[in-house]
């Protein structure tokens, strides 16, 4: 396998949102978007107890492109206008397909905030191309335990493949256009190779620990840093210098203007004032707080 070259590397600093202090490794100045992704943000680890509660996201709107969250700690209470209530746990996946509207809201289950506990998690901005931005909505909460998983020769390096496909395992997730998303957990020394579709922009976001990419020192990706690969190869190498967590995305760019407006992505100004006023008008459907 031809290894795929890097393209940039860069560092996930701190933003403010409302009362919440994450990291965001897309957009930053060095890395605006990887088409097709448009941002990702790593929240947490937060102390959730009674009285220090502040990832309490009440009703808000989406349009145009799909909100995923990857849960990595700690237990969330998702609800929507189309009707669903799941409680995502640590290792499940949430994928929502705003699409032409979609009203949803999340937060720590009750019992957790009184018990008490760490909340981390990714949410995810995944674009859809402007054939597909006005599909009915959808949602999708698949479980850790429903994923399946490659395991890597030395038994070191477990892959839950959970959107496209990888070694002729499918993920659970159904995606509206090309695109794979695999949760990597790395031992210490641990190796293996994964490949990713030429045809597609691939990165890697590293949650936890260290590890060495490409099999060259010279790439080793710390805690909380991100790499892009160049479309020039197969896939690439990971070996883990610690035990580490990484999250894998690649998908085929749409090559189109974005525009995007608080919650909504479009591809013109004038689609984000539509989606404004069809929210406005309760187009979007209803959730009650």
Request: charged share 20%; proline share 6%.
């Amino acid at each position: 396998m031809k290894l795929s070259t890097i393209k940039l590397t860069g560092d996930s600093t701190y933003v403010n949102m409302g009362p919440i202090k994450l990291r965001q490794p897309i957009p930053t100045q060095a890395i605006s978007g990887i088409d097709p992704f448009i941002l990702l943000h790593h929240y947490g680890p937060y102390k959730i107890e009674i009285g220090n509660n502040p990832f309490d996201l009440g009703p808000h709107p989406h349009r145009g492109f799909e909100p995923i969250t990857f849960l990595i700690e700690g237990e969330q209470l998702h609800r929507d206008s189309l009707g669903n209530e799941s409680i995502v746990k640590a290792g499940d996946v949430q994928w929502t397909t705003a699409g032409r509207g979609i009203i949803h809201a999340e937060a720590p289950t009750k019992a957790f905030v009184e018990k008490g506990g760490i909340l981390e998690g990714i949410q995810l901005w995944l674009n859809l191309p402007a054939e597909k931005k006005m599909i009915p909505a959808n949602y999708q909460h698949v479980a850790k335990a429903e994923f399946k998983q490659v395991v890597s020769k030395d038994k070191k390096v477990t892959i839950s493949v959970i959107a496209g496909v990888l070694n002729g395992i499918n993920g659970r997730i159904r995606t509206q256009t090309p695109v794979n998303a695999y949760m990597v957990d790395v031992l210490a020394q641990g190796t293996t190779t994964i490949a990713i579709p030429v045809e597609q922009q691939a990165f890697v976001y590293l949650l936890k620990g260290d590890v060495i990419i490409n099999n060259t020192t010279q790439l080793k990706l710390g805690e909380k840093q991100l790499a892009q690969f160049n479309q020039d190869g197969q896939g690439f190498s990971v070996t883990g210098t610690t035990d580490s967590k990484l999250l894998v995305l690649s998908g085929v760019p749409f090559n189109e203007p974005v525009k995007t407006y608080g919650p909504y992505v479009m591809n013109t100004q004038t689609e984000l004032m539509e989606a404004m006023r069809d929210y406005q008008m309760g187009k979007m459907g209803f959730l009650t707080p």
